[in-house]
């Protein structure tokens, strides 16, 4: 039986114009912050109705390699990614030495922390269930990374346990708040962290200023103290196109 020829089919003209636009993106062409070419300019480049201008550039943005500035444009989004070690982040080398965790994020990057909020207030079910504790202390904070926000966290610790310490005061000084818990007796030993993607709250993708459709990594982290005892539970949410994730084991 003969077969019969294959037929090629050309990818649509806007997916043509993104792949385009895309080559030059990550040759270096076009860097981090510049402007996309507009509707209007790949409309008489290309010769195609603004809707096909509008979806190549939708592509990219929801590849995460660009983002729409409301009466603006839209700009080439490059970053280089975070590593996030697990285990070496959290190590008691780091913040005994008067370290914070995010050194070892960053490792010579530049990142500044805003946004930040401390207040006592009720325990949700979750964390009073874990910390055994109706009311915590709640360290709320941004952390942006080359002037990128990157990451949303709220740390809770239980109320009675840091009351009138340095850990509710905006700098918590040398080493932060483990150094601090160390000081108080209750050095963390053991961290446990759950892991999982979701797409981002409305409020979560506005402060992190994320482009439609980029999910975020959602890290739920436990530390204990000596005796298994917890003194923090810290809720994270990462943009996930910053962040590698690296967790070495032993076999």
Known sequence: MTESPSVHHESPIYRRIADRLRDQILSGALGDGDRLPGENALMKEHGVARATARQ??????????????RG????????????????????????????????????????????????????SEQVAR????????VRRRRYSVDGRPVQLAASCFPADLVEDTAVVLPDTGPGGVYARLGELGRAPVHFSEEVRARMPLPGEAE?????A????????R??????????????????????VLQYDFDA
């Open 213 to 220: 459709g980029t999910p975020v990594i959602s890290v739920t």
């Open 222 to 243: 436990v530390a204990f103290a000596e005796g298994g005892v917890p003194v923090e539970v810290n809720e994270m949410i990462l943009d996930a196109a910053s962040y």
């Open 72 to 123: 603006s444009g839209v700009y080439v989004r490059l970053f280089r990614p975070i590593r996030r070690h697990g285990s070496r982040r959290l190590s008691r080398e780091q913040w005994a030495q008067g370290l914070a965790i995010w050194d070892s994020d960053t490792r010579g990057r530049s990142y500044v922390v805003d946004e930040v909020t401390i207040l006592r207030e009720p325990a």
């Open 56 to 69: 190549a550039l939708a592509v990219l943005i929801n590849e995460g390699l660009a983002v729409p500035k």
């Open 130 to 137: 874990v910390l055994g504790a109706g009311e915590v202390w």
């Open 207 to 211: 402060s992190l200023g994320l482009p």
